[in-house]
């Protein structure tokens, strides 16, 4: 098993680009999620996922977009970078919303 | 929203030393587990502990949901322990973890 997988590991974006990052999971985990991770704050949560078709807004949902096709894919859209972006963008994923979280490598983004 | 504090927020030891790092919560949670990032940055799940204690090696955790906070014992210190250790938690009808600030731990040789 892979565990939880995102890419790219590294990415930088100019103001105004779009892009995304990828998450895929191979333990049939139905509940998967994106955090950020910014110095001095610990880990937001970005949106979240409950089962395929399924998404929500978390704590800072704004600038990101989401949608969960399948139960293996959960990847973040960027739709304007914005220097405000530059962050350690991580995904999580569990079998569900109450259990043991397991997390991805984690993208290191740099906007400029 | 739920708060969740962490203490001590660094945190300084000799190799072999023992310590004891601390979670506290706002509200009544279904859902506690403790994380470890290393100085490469990956996220690892130590415990899922809502209530009760757990050990695994030298680690082990005890959460009190009645009192609201949950420790981390760490035994018997090494250097690969450094990094950065996180405490979340989930409240009842929230489907989401929150996360603490994180308590610095570094273990010099």
């Known amino acids: 098993n892979a565990g939880v997988t995102q890419t790219p590991k590294f990415q930088v974006l100019k103001t105004g680009q779009s892009m995304t990052l990828q998450c895929a999971q191979d333990m049939n985990h139905e509940y998967m999620s994106w955090y950020r991770q910014d110095p001095g704050m610990g880990l937001r949560l970005i949106h979240y996922s409950v089962g395929a078709g399924i998404t929500d807004q978390g704590e800072v949902p704004n600038g990101y977009n989401v949608s969960r096709s399948t139960t293996e894919d959960f990847p973040l859209r960027l739709l304007s970078a914005a220097p405000s972006q530059t962050s350690v963008y991580f995904c999580?994923?569990?079998?569900?919303?109450?259990?043991?979280?397991?997390f991805g490598q984690g993208t290191r983004l740099t906007v400029v | 929203g739920i708060q969740v504090e962490q203490s001590p927020p660094d945190l300084i030891l000799q190799e072999g030393a023992n310590s004891t790092l601390r979670c506290n919560f706002s509200?009544?949670?279904?859902?506690l587990q403790w994380f470890h990032q290393n100085p490469w940055g990956q996220l690892i799940n130590l415990f899922y502990?809502?209530?009760g204690t757990k050990q695994n090696g030298r680690l082990s955790a005890t959460t009190v949901a009645t009192e609201r906070y949950s420790l981390l014992y760490i035994s018997s210190s090494q250097t690969t322990d450094s990094g950065v250790y996180f405490c979340a938690v989930q409240i009842q009808g929230a489907q989401k973890l929150v996360f603490g600030q994180g308590t610095r731990l570094t273990i010099n040789p």
């Open positions: 502990i809502p209530s």
């Open positions: 999580a994923s569990s079998y569900s919303w109450h259990t043991e979280a397991f």
């Open positions: 509200d009544s949670v279904n859902n």
